[in-house]
């Protein structure tokens, strides 16, 4: 097979991105709805703030604005969790990061599936926040037994998935036809099935177990829940929803509205039931709500030294206000974060002299000009103009953010408590390989640019 006839695992990616965002479009006309509002706010913007229009461009983001979306699925088992690692892997796309959930009594551990490098990102941005159930929590032996048999009977991939995996690793990529065939495979784990695996009743002793045990066990596959448009102003999108007859969720997850926006807001709203034949219907009378969908404005990435402070702010807020964020404390919880995150700079400068975020540098026209900077230090180079800054975009999640949004939809009033559980060696263990440290990656970014600077003035990078 002559490798110049494969086509990029970015490009099947971006197919594969928009395949199913056209599926989801069609099967919950609100992210239809929701993708609108988002399209128009960021119009909106783009064509009032100068300031955002310049930074959109010359970071060349604009180009993948339309583009960029995550979505989230939830799986039962070590094998469909390696298995997806490779089918993810076809579109480039690696295990970011390692999320324990279970402090926020949601009974899973994640990672996000993401392409790594700054010029993958750019061709899509495409992320996969994905779950993997965590069977040993569920306490009552039988029904624990009866989840893990009902899980090892099903198989999530096609077959002509699995041979296509198989021929992409054999060979080192997928030609045209090929790529083609795999997305529309791929696609089809993630479909929403009308018909449970189970009865009514086993569904009832799941679900009452943990809402989230029954929707990843009941069913034939990893639905995908949601898919999360990037909107340029979140608080916007969340004062319109309730007039475009979408309802988000109380409090819009991560930090506070600031000048320069920092890793990731959140807001989402809660899917309505949908109709389900269980194995002892004839026809749909039961019903599971799974599906919903959520809203993200992105930020700048943070240093080790950044996301400390970040953690430290927003437990300090959280523990002021003693309870959940909710309905009846939204107003005091968003007071309690303005108030905390005081603390944070609010300019690029401030963060980038403390070292709080991470950045790529630029080269201005004045330094393409100049001629005599051999051996000036960075700093010199940046506060005489000769370099310039633009902060790199965060590109994974946040824990208490994600548990949030989880919280949001389960609908989950009673906490479940599973006390302290990360396990990262056994998550990683069933994916079968490790996740990559995200803080490391944006480490590698910023250097990679700083190089590129160096190289067009003409100097090798101290
Ligand atoms: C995932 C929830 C987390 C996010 O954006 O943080 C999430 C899920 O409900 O499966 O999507
Ligand atoms: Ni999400």
Request: one cysteine or more.
């Amino acid at each position: 097979m002559n490798q110049t006839n494969f086509i990029s695992p970015d490009l099947i990616r971006q197919r594969f991105s928009k395949a199913m965002s056209d599926m989801y479009r069609e099967e919950v006309p609100l992210y239809g709805a929701l993708m609108e509002l988002v399209e128009q706010t960021n119009r909106h913007l783009l064509d009032s703030d100068q300031q955002i229009l310049q930074q959109l461009t010359s970071t060349g983001e604009i180009e993948r604005l339309d583009l960029e979306r995550h979505g989230a699925i939830r799986v039962g088992t070590a094998e469909e969790l390696a298995t997806l690692a490779r089918l993810f892997a076809v579109m480039g796309m690696q295990p970011v990061g390692y999320y324990d959930l279970t402090p926020a009594g949601v009974p899973v551990h994640s990672t996000a599936f993401r392409a790594v490098h700054e010029a993958s990102l750019q061709v899509s941005p495409f992320r996969v926040f994905t779950s993997l159930l965590r069977l040993e929590l569920i306490e009552d032996p039988a029904l624990r037994a009866f989840a893990q048999s009902t899980l090892n009977q099903r198989s999530i991939f096609t077959q002509t998935a699995l041979s296509l995996i198989q021929r992409a690793e054999a060979q080192g990529g997928l030609n045209e036809q090929d790529a083609d065939a795999f997305v529309e495979q791929a696609l089809e784990t993630f479909r929403w099935h009308h018909s449970a695996t189970v009865t009514a009743e086993q569904y009832q002793q799941l679900s009452t177990q943990h809402r989230l045990v029954a929707d990843v066990v009941a069913f034939k596959g990893p639905h995908i829940n949601h898919l999360t448009p990037r909107t340029l102003d979140i608080d916007i999108v969340q004062a319109q929803m309730p007039a475009h007859g979408i309802t988000p969720k109380a409090v819009i997850e991560g930090p506070p509205r600031r000048q320069c926006p920092i890793l990731l807001r959140q807001t989402s709203f809660k899917a309505l039931d949908e109709p389900i034949a269980f194995t002892d219907q004839s026809k749909a009378c039961g019903s599971h709500s799974a599906r919903f969908g959520e809203i993200e404005q992105r930020g700048a990435a943070l240093t080790p030294k950044g996301r400390a402070l970040y953690d430290r702010l927003l437990n300090a807020a959280r523990d002021e206000l003693k309870d959940f964020p909710n309905e009846a404390n939204a107003a005091r919880y968003n007071a309690l974060m303005t108030q905390h995150f005081g603390e944070f700079p609010d300019t690029w400068e401030g963060m980038r002299q403390q070292d709080l975020a991470y950045f790529r540098y630029f080269v201005t026209d004045k330094g393409l000009a100049a001629s005599d900077l051999k051996n000036a230090p960075l700093e010199d180079l940046l506060s005489g103009g000769y370099l310039r800054v633009e902060p790199l975009v965060y590109e994974d999640f946040l824990p208490v953010s994600a548990a949030g949004i989880f919280q949001s939809n389960l609908g989950d009033a009673a906490q479940t408590r599973y006390g302290e559980h990360s396990n990262q060696q056994a998550f990683e263990q069933a994916l079968g390989r490790s996740t990559i440290d995200e803080l490391g990656l944006y480490a590698q970014s910023q250097q990679r640019s700083i190089e590129q600077c160096y190289a067009a003035l003409g100097r090798l990078a101290p």
